[in-house]
């Protein structure tokens, strides 16, 4: 599989262009023989893949269509589908409207900056999004429950869906011994419109709420499919490892009933999370606003309800579009209730919600978001512009910390790299002090997304497609899911002991040797990195993390 261009493919590397259906391949067996499953609200048959011997329910509806009226509310219940019968669950679902990448030389966030107009739109898919997709082994739902993984995409909060992403590759990663849940949520403009007049007559943050949705739809209704409601680890990777973070932090940590047990990141995603009224936020409701001649209206909110899903994906499009280059301006807030304060802080505290977390980051995970072919070679000057609420004082800091890190170029990204992705991670750690283990994927380049072929190999070929490397990389993951510990191993690998995070600073490398062998091994974590993202941590209040 060929990656998009480079502005799509900067979250999410691995995209598949997934057919519509399953292949005759997975017909095989005759519908009628495929269990039916009765949800209340509707009935669903799966299909049966008999080349990966997973049954797969694809499709499958668990909230209302966020349109209308319920525009920027949280997701409500399915209406009674049942008069129509058993529905198919063949077919995967459309991927909620999308949005490109920033791409802008500078941050049009700032104070003295505006979002240009444009007419240009992306023309992606209808509003009504909100399905996910169930895979359990075998052709006869398992008799012993079994653990639960919910993976969340990844892709900015603006692109991805659940087409992506194969569940049967996790179930074969975890030799059939877990159920795997897939999720779609609002995404872009209509997940994560920000603003005093969303919180007011609406639901900040849709977009999360939707996965607490699905999360909650989880709970009960996954032990029809097999699962285990007791044993859910939710994963994801970059803006889905950052929608863990969210659910972590979420409701103070006291979510009830606690929605899982278990939590992976992939690429912590945490850009900056402005209090919802704040100044920026509040810029990019008045600009949606604008830009879609409701400006004059008495409640501008009823009003955007009410405007055509395609001209509103048109200001998505551009909005996203005229961000700062490798950044992405819709995204969460702290919205006072379902998110209190800034995470970092909720971290600090150890508010957290579930009991173990394993997470891994990838060697440069910055480059992506840093334009390589015309950077801005002043590092204090791209400080500044990455955190429009920084000062001089804060951007010459920056540019003194990471001024013995290599070129300009390579000081850029290790800024982006750490600030947003790896330092998260290791605040994520340290919430977490005595169930925690941390991992780094190292197989070159080590750019950000690089290792979602190593999870989902049928979107991709790995970069290093070595058995033994895959075996130890993967099971890591997937014995985490069904222990809620990697060295708890599903299969033998070559994974030597891995120690907590917090037992000597313990990291577990995955990487590879110079004559293309396997290389796993555990070192301790970069003390200077981790002085770098005590700064990180320090500047919070600005960064808005």
Known sequence: MTKVSHRLSLLVVFLASATTSLSSQMLSRASNDVPIIDLGYAQYQGVFDSVNNVTNYLGVRYAAPPTGDLRWRAPQSPANNNSVGVQQANTQPNPCPQAPTGDAPTNPLEAQSSLT??????????????FLNVYFPGDTIPTEPLPTLVWIHGGGYIMGGADEFSGSDLLREANNEIVAVIIQ?????????????????GSLN???????????????????FGGDPTKVTIWGESAGAGSVLQHVVAQDGQTSPQLFRGAITSSTFLPSQYLYNDTIPELIY???????????????????????????????????????F????????????????????????????????????????GVNFVNQASPITNVSLYAGTLFPKFGPTQDNETAEIYASLGTPLEQDNDIMGESIFICPSFYLLSAFPNSSWKGQFAIPPATHGEDVAFYFPSNGTPAFNNTQFLAAFSGAFMAFVVSQDPNDKIVPTITPSWDMYSNGSTVMVFNQTVDDLPDVHAVTADASQLERCSFWNSVGALTGQ
């Open 117 to 130: 107009r444009r007419a240009d739109a992306l023309g992606t898919g209808p509003e009504d999004c909100l």
């Open 185 to 201: 949520y609002r995404l872009g403009l209509f997940g994560f419109l920000p603003g005093s007049e969303v919180k007011a007559n």
């Open 206 to 224: 849709a977009g999360l709420l939707d996965q607490d949705f699905a999360l909650r739809w989880v709970q009960s209704h996954i032990s029809q």
């Open 286 to 324: 008045s600009e949606v606003v604008a830009q879609t001649n409701c400006s004059s209206a008495d409640d501008s909110l009823t009003c955007l309800r009410g405007v055509n899903e395609t001209v509103l994906e048109t200001i998505n499009t551009n909005i996203n579009a005229d961000g700062f």
């Open 326 to 365: 490798g950044t992405f301006v819709f995204v969460p807030v702290v919205d006072g209730t379902f998110i209190t304060q800034r995470p970092t802080e909720a971290l600090k505290q150890g508010k957290v919600n579930g009991k173990a977390l394993l997470s891994i980051t990838n060697t440069n995970e």
